[in-house]
């Protein structure tokens, strides 16, 4: 089992559409959460950490869940833009793990 | 202004011939680091370092290593490259190693090994 399990993707939705990625990680004493954006061939990018308590940027959500080891994000309301990799990022003291990514295609 | 600078951004070399990639970083942080990205794959973290403490990942092969003269600069040296050692080499860096410290990535250089 990988450490930090993406949905497969991609995701081809059309715009104004609310797409939902979700995130499993194996260890428990994981302390950290983050969703990155990836563009094509360019460097990951913080989108936003994630808290227990859940939290929104916008038309982005996060949630997460440590009893389930589970962490979520929502786009609302998804423009051209929104396409990219989204990296789910788990860090616990000096390990960080990348999930291998989930795709998003937005279309007009 | 770039905070995170990686060159070259592109970098061509022949199989078994050494290659350095250099980074820097204007933001005065503690730790760098270095991942490796395969197409389609989740960056993988090579080694990092915590001011001059160097740590490396179980797993990052012996042909890798890294030098970090100062705090602004981290080199990775491949000392005999594979083809299977083709991909995206990003570092990034953080304030600290503490799990909530978010990591700033520079753009990456991309290695062709022929």
């Known amino acids: 089992r990988k450490e930090v399990e993406q949905d497969p993707g991609p995701f081809n939705v059309p715009e104004g559409a609310t797409v939902a990625f979700n995130c499993t990680y194996s260890?428990?004493?994981?302390?950290?959460f983050f969703w990155y954006r990836q563009d094509c061939r360019k460097e990951p990018k913080l989108l936003m950490s994630v808290y227990s308590s859940g939290n929104e940027d916008g038309r982005f959500t996060a949630q997460l869940n440590r009893a389930s080891q589970y962490i979520s994000l929502l786009i609302r309301d998804s423009k051209l833009s929104d396409s990219a990799t989204y990296l789910c990022?788990?860090?616990?003291?000096?390990?960080?793990?990348f999930g291998a990514g989930t795709r998003l295609f937005v279309k007009a | 202004d770039a905070m995170v600078i990686q060159n070259p951004r592109y970098q061509v070399t022949q199989f078994g011939k050494p290659v350095t990639l250099s980074c820097s970083q204007t933001?005065?942080?503690?730790?760098m680091y270095w991942y490796q990205q395969k197409s389609s794959q989740a960056p993988k973290l090579l080694f990092h370092y915590y001011d001059k403490d160097f740590n490396n990942e179980a797993d990052t092969p012996d042909n890798f290593q890294s030098r970090r003269p100062n705090t602004s600069f981290c080199f990775l040296d491949i000392r005999s490259p594979g083809l299977g050692d083709a991909a995206m080499y990003l570092c990034?860096?953080?304030?600290?190693?503490?799990?909530?410290?978010?990591?700033?990535f520079g753009p990456g250089t991309r290695l062709l090994v022929l």
């Open positions: 990034a860096t953080s304030i600290y190693s503490a799990p909530e410290e978010t990591q700033y």
């Open positions: 990022v788990v860090n616990g003291g000096f390990k960080t793990i």
């Open positions: 260890n428990s004493a994981s302390q950290s």
């Open positions: 933001l005065n942080h503690n730790v």
